[in-house]
């Protein structure tokens, strides 16, 4: 059975924009989808205690 989803607005810098797009085109998803893949591998790595990203935990 497919996950829940829930749709939200976010607001991002042209930069990150233009780079989803890329993945986007590249991977055949929509932004949305590369945002939520992203999302869960990040997430998956901070559980296994590993913070490549750099970014605190919160």
């Given at each position: 059975?497919?996950?829940?989803?829930?749709?939200?607005?976010?607001?991002?810098?042209?930069?990150?924009?233009?780079?989803?797009?890329?993945?986007?085109?590249?991977?055949?998803?929509?932004?949305?989808?590369?945002?939520?893949?992203?999302?869960?591998?990040?997430f998956k790595k901070l559980d296994n205690g590993n913070d490549e990203a750099g970014i605190?935990?919160?």
């Amino acid at each position: 059975m497919k996950e829940l989803k829930d749709k939200i607005s976010v607001t991002l810098d042209l930069s990150v924009i233009e780079r989803l797009r890329l993945l986007s085109d590249e991977s055949d998803r929509s932004i949305s989808g590369c945002i939520n893949l992203i999302l869960k591998d990040y997430f998956k790595k901070l559980d296994n205690g590993n913070d490549e990203a750099g970014i605190m935990k919160f």
